[in-house]
């Protein structure tokens, strides 16, 4: 992890609309290299929408993705995915799953689900500033 997110930053990015959120995700992910769930000992967590749709939820730093871990979540505790797997593996594997992304989920609010083939777009082009 290389970066610290401080109570400002926290605050300010957790209250920020979906989409902005979803834009600082791909920033901060595309610098990082690295994606955060949540996963317990059985396994990661899963969102699951009104129609019965399962996503899997993905935040940018382990402090935002822990803000979720209450209530039924209480078991559960962040843990890393490196983007080179994230891209290569698991969002193939999640696709195949039928899953989508809910990216950046908050406490307060739903995150922004998009389609694996969709998010792997935005982080290869973000990526490509940084060659």
């Excluded at 609309?17 to 690295?34: H, L, M, N, W």
């Excluded at 290569?88 to 083939?117: H, M, N, R, Y």
Aim: with cysteine.
């Amino acid at each position: 992890m290389s970066y610290q997110v401080g109570d400002k930053e926290f605050d300010a990015v957790i209250g920020l609309p979906g989409p902005d959120r979803y834009g600082y995700f791909i920033k901060r992910v595309a610098d990082t290299e690295e994606v955060w769930g949540l996963r317990d000992d059985d396994g990661w967590a899963s969102l699951g929408d009104d129609s019965g749709q399962a996503s899997f939820p993905v935040w940018p730093h382990p402090r935002f993705a822990e803000a979720l871990a209450t209530d039924e979540w209480a078991s559960y505790r962040a843990a890393a995915i490196p983007l080179s797997s994230w891209l290569e593996d698991w969002l193939p594997g999640l696709e195949e799953d039928g899953l989508q992304i809910a990216v950046f989920p908050t406490p307060a609010g739903q995150g922004v689900v998009v389609s694996c083939k969709e998010l792997e777009a935005h982080l290869e082009n973000e990526l490509e500033d940084y060659e």
